[in-house]
């Protein structure tokens, strides 16, 4: 029994560490845009022709240094007074673009609509616009994002959280790569800035389920919604496909907009993909343990806490984190060498992806080496959101439930 115990721990560690390494190369593509784009993201020479692809290898989006392509930036922000200078000024920034950052005050209690005033005067690039009441059944973001679009007046969409401050080549590197692919959704995953112990015990984790069990290759050759994927931290979308996909509308009561958008573009017949954008910008999510706990709570029922999916990654994350533990506090126990030993080795495999991701990622060697306690963390937080949604509780964020 030891010795099962054992093996089904090295197992259940093994797929998840492949699957990080080998998703890990597809994830990063995106710094390979000036060369073989099918070579290290393999998928899309089944969705572009062989015309098209051509013509996107020879024709970067900037032909011309006297006109740049136009991009707007839409920035969703309540009460963020004391990062919306900092995100806009990261924003307005950007090299190789013509740049419009609409930010839409939702109803602030701050100086959020008074500090972007201050922007606009200065820069005829920065527009404020302030939101219309809430209408029911729609999430406050949801409805920020959709009037903002309304608002934007390029061809290319940019949405963006108030707490993300792009590098000054994000938004040119983002287009280059959205062309040569033709994908009507492009979504980057920020470096993700954490302070406190929960921030870096947690927030990582978003990196870990992503390349540890989505396919991307299946994900980048197929167009199943089943395999959307997101970072709703930042968005880029060409107004054609965002139409198309049916806007924010088709989301509109929720709260997880990186799984929720992709899907429905997807739905809609309309490709997506997702890279890796720890070089292109910057995000600290959640300030302190309160804020994460509230920031896990508050969509996870639209993720894995779902009762569909909640018992399968309970068993897969436990099975790849806490197993190998207890496999090898039993082996010892017993003095099985062969247990201890093979448990060992599943201890170290499921491990890996956390300290690649903090190699490779820039994520916390903290977070990494107590990648144990985080994952059980994580799992009790899925439960609880789930508790909360079967007793009809939902978690306040900025304010508001829902839908209110």
């Not at 990582?204 to 992503?210: E, G, R, S, Y």
């Not at 958008?261 to 809609?268: E, K």
């Not at 107590?370 to 949604?389: D, E, K, S, Y």
Request: glycine share 6%; aromatic share 8%; net charge positive.
């Amino acid at each position: 029994m030891t010795l099962f115990l054992a093996i089904a721990a090295l197992v259940l560690t093994s797929f998840p560490a492949a699957m990080f390494v080998a998703n890990l190369r597809l994830f990063q593509c995106l710094g390979t845009i000036n060369t073989n784009i099918n070579r290290w993201c393999p998928g899309f020479s089944r969705i572009l022709s062989r015309a098209h692809r051509r013509q996107a290898e020879r024709q970067p989006i900037l032909t011309d240094a006297s006109s740049p392509p136009s991009v707007s930036v839409l920035i969703p922000a309540r009460d963020e007074a004391s990062g919306i200078a900092d995100c806009l000024r990261a924003a307005l920034s950007s090299e190789n673009v013509a740049v419009e950052a609409i930010v839409l005050d939702d109803d602030s209690s701050d100086a959020t609509a008074e500090i972007v005033t201050e922007f606009a005067q200065r820069d005829q690039r920065v527009r404020l616009i302030h939101g219309k009441p809430l209408p029911s059944g729609w999430n406050g973001k949801q409805h920020a994002c959709w009037q903002l679009a309304g608002a934007a007046t390029s061809e290319r969409l940019v949405f963006i959280d108030a707490d993300v401050r792009l590098a000054p080549d994000a938004l040119w590197r983002l287009m280059q790569y959205q062309d040569q692919t033709d994908v009507g959704l492009l979504s980057a995953f920020p470096h993700q800035i954490t302070g406190t112990w929960l921030e870096k015990w947690l927030i990582p984790m978003m990196h870990f389920i992503l390349l540890c069990y989505l396919p991307f290759a299946r994900m980048r050759s197929h167009g199943d919604a089943s395999l959307a994927a997101g970072c709703g931290q930042l968005f880029l979308s060409t107004r054609d496909a965002y139409r198309k996909a049916g806007t924010h509308e088709a989301i509109k009561p929720s709260r997880h907009d990186g799984v929720k958008l992709p899907r429905a573009y997807r739905s809609a017949g309309i490709m997506t993909d997702v890279v890796d954008g720890t070089e292109l910008a910057d995000c600290r999510m959640y300030r302190g343990a309160a804020e994460v706990v509230r920031g896990v709570l508050k969509n996870a029922i639209e993720g894995i806490a779902n009762p569909k999916l909640i018992v399968v990654f309970t068993i897969l994350l436990l099975g790849c984190s806490v197993l190998p533990l207890v496999a090898l506090v039993v082996s010892v126990a017993e003095r099985n060498p062969v247990a201890i030993t093979i448990s060992t080795l599943a201890l170290v495999v499921a491990h890996v992806p956390r300290f690649v991701a903090a190699a490779r990622l820039r994520q916390s060697w903290f977070g990494a080496l107590c990648h144990v306690p985080a994952t059980m963390t994580f799992v009790v937080l899925q439960w609880i959101a789930l508790a909360n949604h079967l007793a009809g509780r939902q978690v306040a964020w900025r304010g508001r439930t829902e839908s209110t």
